[in-house]
Structures are given as C-alpha cells and as structure tokens.
C-alpha cells in the first residue's frame, strides 16, 4: 500500500510494504526498510537496516547503515554514521564521520574523522578534520578548525575555536578562540583564552582568562587569573 517510492538496485527497497516517498539507489539501499517514509538512500548498502525511521538521508557507501528505526539523521560520505541505530537528528558529512554513534542525538560532524569514536554524547558540533577525534559520550561540545578538540573523551561544554585549539583538554567549560590556543590544557577546566597561542602553556590551571597574542605563555598550573 505503499505509494511514491523509487527503487534502483538488486534488493533496493525489497521489504517495503506501506513505506511512502523513499527514494532507493543501489544494492541493498533501504531493504528492510517496511513503513519509514522521506528517505532516501543513495549508494551501496545505505539505509539498509532501516525499518520504520522516517525522514533520513544516507548518501555514500554504507552510510546509515545500521540506522533502524531512528530519524530525521543525514549522513553524506562512505561509512558516514554507519552505526548509529535509534538517534535522532544527527548530522554527518566526510568519510567515517561519526562512524561510531549509536544512539546520541542532536550532533553534527563534519570532516574527514570528525566525531570518529562518538558513541552517545549528544548536542555537540565538530567541524574539521579529527575534530573531537577522541569523544565519547561528552556532551555540548563545540569545535571548529583542524584537529580541535581532539582529545576529550567524556567532558562537557568546551568551545574550541582554530585548528589545533584546546587539541590536548579532557577537562570541561574551557573556551579556545584562536590559532593554538590552550594547547597544553589537559584536566583543567573553566579557561578562556582568546587570541593567537594564547594560553599555550596552561596545563591543569583552572579558571583563568587570557586575552591577546602569546599571552600568558608562562601560566602553566596557576588558578583564578
């Protein structure tokens, strides 16, 4: 009973039963897909596990692969969110972009390795190549530039501004607008530095704030600056 669907490819759409408005390109694109509507699936394998989540968009190789009966998830790029299963409202752009979630929701990688390892953080944003590379489960995360943010795990609520700032933080609330920025900081947390290599030197300082070119290049574990 199904209405307004395309399907090109061996066993492209072959389960759909009352699915409407899906569009099916490749081999095994959307297959188990019976009732999830506004899809499209465009490449080998894309969307293939998907059964009843509607209006989501894989396109590349495997992309959205293992996607059931989550929605509203785009992925573009070969293996892009190729894990996730329930989430919701993902976003993925680049090869192996967040290739690892699962069920977080509400995040956006873009990038080449971007959220590579992400499992079920949710709310954060990684734009660049490698960007929070290393996250896991930490949640309202922001970076944007090259390898930003590219070690924290678990924590929260980091804004990484510039390519490589904040590369080397696992601590939390730490803001890095700049070229280098707080590059060493590893557990601290609640650091604002704001210009050129600012604050390269911080390592465990907590709740400083640093503005200007190479300033405070010699505050290495000091607090409340």
Do not use: E, P
Request: hydrophobic fraction near 35%; charge should be negative; charged fraction near 5%.
């Amino acid at each position: 009973t199904g209405s307004t669907n395309i399907a090109i490819g061996n066993a492209a759409l072959s389960t759909a039963t009352t699915a409407s408005n899906n569009t099916a390109v490749g081999h095994s694109a959307l297959a188990a897909n019976t009732s999830g509507t506004n899809n499209v699936g465009v490449g080998a394998a894309s969307l293939d596990a998907n059964t009843t989540g509607d209006n989501n968009t894989g396109l590349g190789t495997n992309a959205l692969s293992a996607n059931t009966t989550g929605t509203s998830s785009v992925a573009v790029g070969a293996y892009a969110l190729d894990a996730q299963t329930t989430s919701t409202q993902n976003t993925a752009l680049g090869y192996a972009a967040m290739s690892a979630t699962t069920t977080g929701s509400y995040n956006t990688g873009v990038g080449s390795g971007a959220l590579s390892v992400h499992t079920t953080g949710a709310d954060n944003t990684a734009v660049g190549m490698s960007c929070m590379a290393a996250l896991t489960s930490g949640a309202n995360n922001t970076a944007m530039g090259n390898y930003a943010l590219t070690a924290v795990t678990t924590t929260a609520g980091n804004v990484a501004i510039g390519r490589y700032s904040l590369t080397a933080t696992t601590g939390g609330y730490n803001t890095g607008l700049g070229y280098l920025t707080l590059t060493a900081c590893t557990t601290a947390g609640n650091n604002v530095a704001v210009g050129h290599q600012a604050g390269t030197a911080v390592t465990t300082g907590a709740n400083n704030t640093i503005v200007g070119t190479s300033a405070g290049d010699a505050l290495t574990t000091g607090d409340n600056n």
